[in-house]
């Protein structure tokens, strides 16, 4: 009786020790979030200790009211801890603008200093690639460049490289009635469009992607002497571009 006694303790013995260990189990890693991998960048908080030049400009002018913002856009979208900023369709519009002065000088020279008959074949040559660089130039502006005032990048580092990509466009919503008063409502509005997209693994991985639209009135930022309100303003702009890193739609 006691042999078998022995043996029934073995073999539950035995059953313990080919039970696994859940520490010996093989752990499945959870992926990244997305959201977890979201920088935090200040776009929606304002420093107003930063240093500021007055912008004034005339509140009759909407081209010049739409002018300041753009600008300001550029300028708090550009610091150094947000994004850099890509100036491809300036370049474009530069080189093309110098070609076509450049073109227009050789054929102006080429045809100072050759007698009229002789270099009239030339001559209409240059002229016809000058008016030719011109028309890209502008087609250019019009249908690539749009409305686009801003286009920028950033890097950042998190676990893996993660790449952003930022475009603002910018129109002006013509107001109502027209008035040489501004205020916030009889003013022409400034609209705002913001696509953003982040990526990682060399744009192959998409992360996030977001859209958002709005508009205020020029009389929100500026006063009645034309003088820009550029805190209020950078807090509008920041909360728009952190609503589309968000992923929001509009």
């Known amino acids: 009786m006691a042999r078998s006694k022995k043996v029934s303790n073995l073999e539950v013995d035995s059953s313990v020790k080919r039970t696994p260990s859940p520490s010996g189990r093989s752990r499945t890693r959870s992926p990244i979030s997305p959201e977890s991998e979201r920088p935090v960048g200040p776009l929606s908080v304002v420093d107003s ?35 850099k900023q890509n100036h491809r369709h300036t370049d474009v519009r530069l080189a093309l603008g110098w070609l076509s002065v450049f073109v227009a000088a050789g054929t102006a020279l080429y045809g100072y200093k050759i007698d009229f008959e002789t270099s009239k074949p030339m001559v209409s040559v240059g002229l016809a690639i000058y008016i030719a660089l011109s ?27 993660i790449s952003e990509h930022v475009q603002i466009n910018s129109s002006t919503i013509p107001a109502s009635k027209v ?27 998409l992360l996030a992607k977001g859209r958002t639209k709005a508009s205020q009135p020029f009389g929100a930022f ?29």
């Open 49 to 83: 200790s930063i240093d500021r030049d007055i912008v004034k400009v005339n509140n009759a002018s909407s081209t010049e009211l739409k002018n300041a913002c753009d600008d300001a856009v550029k300028r708090f979208l550009s610091r150094p801890e947000l994004f």
């Open 135 to 161: 028309v890209a130039q502008t087609l250019y502006a019009y249908f690539v460049e749009g409305n686009t005032i801003f286009i920028g990048k950033r890097k950042t580092l998190s676990k893996r490289i």
């Open 179 to 205: 008035t040489t008063s501004l205020s916030p409502s009889n003013s022409p509005s400034y609209q705002l469009a913001v696509s953003y997209m982040r990526s990682t693994n060399a744009g192959k991985s």
């Open 222 to 250: 500026f006063d009645d002497e034309g003088i820009m309100h550029q805190e209020a303003f950078e807090q509008w702009v920041g909360q728009l571009v952190e609503e589309a890193m968000d992923g929001k739609l509009a």
